[in-house]
């Protein structure tokens, strides 16, 4: 059992991705967690999926993880500590500024609550998609505010850090402008790129490669939820959105006549700015370590890719990553394989020996 | 050796990845190909990576690919028709419309002419990163015109399906409008917005996820080669830029003032007509068929992949796709597995019934 900062009992109030990974990943370090949900049929597949027990009526929690949809926050959170005096409570809505004001509005005590969230998901819900490493090495913005001593709030801290995930304190104004820029004004770049697709003919949509796939995939998140976030996020973002009017304009303009003296001129000085902007973002592994790959062709049938990963398990050599492409029609799969970099020359010497073809 | 429709030779003008790439496939099927390109360099890289061989006076080809950058397409395709009469020539170029009208105003004879477009790439450029498979299952428009008659033209579809590709036929107005929209709009978004990152605080990008990386994949391009194509294409390109200004402004006006009557939906009916646009593009696969996954929790040691894939082979279900999720830190990796839809029943129950424990 791999030590804890927190004591527990861990209350967790809704059992969504969230809250599940929460409960599966500190049950992990032996803390006992108890959970809530609205949905009793959420609630018991929860707790068969083993993230925490049911509540009881002498249950003194430590902390209390509210893990709600961002419109019902704030009114849970202020349940919570009603219920609950002697709980430090905190809550993973992706809002910070909107809950605390509406708990300091209806007098909360605040004394015993700090917002928080952490910047991990998937694209499936519900507690089966729930994973007990969900937060490792991801950030997790605690909003701090001075209503709260830092003895008190030394609780969320613990959570984080048991959790895997990497502390990052903000105020929830700097935190709400934080992920109006990462999270959702690319959500309204991606629906309105998506829209532009609702009346193309789809002559032009087969012609769809990965460029615009990535640029949509967010676009097929929930209307609800959405509407949930923008609305409780939306000066900052519409702050963003004006900007980026402004760029959309100046593009446009240099569209209008490409062939006006500096037009091209104006254009490659757009792209090399968006260039510039994406070269900001940290590596993606939060650290600058890369993996190597190597690309295997594999016939498209039983047992080809059992038999490459035997052999490569007879090599030695730990998988990092792995993506199989199959190609439409094709006879062939394509598996890229990722390694350490120094394994991948060895490997690649060891799958050639043994017939394999290597792609690139 | 598998049979060829072309007969060739085959005359590859410019090395990079899509010259090589062409070579590659065609040798594969037996074809004598000749390559050429500006670069003595590049040519001798492509020769010895087997796309082809060098030039000889002799030289008698069927068909002529030129492989060059947009701007120097209509130039380079004009002197391979001169150099070589009894050659076919079509070229690759991401635009269609402009490479025409340049050879009709120059008096090129486009009756041995027929531009063509194949929608496959990779982010690796040059002769190396060349794949006999590229074009795979991949759409390839031919940009249909007046001027060349059919019997001429069927040595651009022999090309296109002796590489596997799938045959498109489109007129060049079409196809602008249709990459215009899939492509080089979808270029212009993922800059606009990875323009918004270049004053960002570097605590702001510190939060970006999968969800703004996708975003801005793209804006990485090189500014010189869009120059090329947006100013190839600036009208078709400029028309939906300006649709999307007039959604964007209308999305900017629902954020104006979140909690007046109706803003909500408002902004729910803005994320549901995403979803739809999203939903219009046909299958990864290029069909509408869709496969079934499942989540398998696999123990981050050499063999146990290999195990995997054995006893699904034992199962006898064959694997359409795979993904490896290994997260930082984690002691499991997670294999989602992409059968048949009527497959994956079967397959989870068997699985589980072998230990495997199935994580969604």
Redesign the interface.
Known sequence: MVESRLVGPVRVVGVGLLGTSIGLGLQGRGIDVIVADASPTNLSIAIDYGAGRAAAAEDDPQLIVVCVPPDVTAEIVARELDAYPNAIVTDVASVKLAPLDALRAHGADVSRYIGSHP???RE?GGP??G?A??F??R?W?VAAHDGISYQQATAIDDLILDL?AIL?E?SPE?HD???A???H??????????????D??????????Q??????????????L??QI???N??P??K??????G???R??DA??N??APG??RK????????????????G???QDRRFASLVV?VD????Q??R???E??EV?????????E?????Q?G??EISVLPEAVARLTEELAARGWRI??
């Open positions: 910047l991990a998901g499936r089966l998609s994973r490493d969900l490792i090495g950030p913005v895997g990052v903000m700097e402008r934080a992920v820029l990462v999270s004004v690319p959500q309204v770049v991606s629906t309105l790129m998506a829209q532009r697709l609702t193309a003919p789809a002559s032009a949509l087969n012609l769809a490669g460029g615009l796939r990535d640029a949509v995939r967010v676009a097929a998140s929930d209307p609800e959405w509407v923008l609305g409780a939306a000066e973002v519409r963003i959105l004006l900007a980026l009017r760029d959309l304009d593009f446009i569209l209008d490409p062939v037009a091209g254009i490659a000085e757009e792209i090399a700015a968006g260039n510039t902007g994406v070269a900001r973002l940290p993606k592994h939060g062709m498209d049938k039983p047992g890719l059992a490459l990963f035997n490569i398990g030695g050599v730990n998988l990092e990553d792995l993506r199989l199959h190609s439409p029609g094709a062939i394509l598996a792609a690139g």
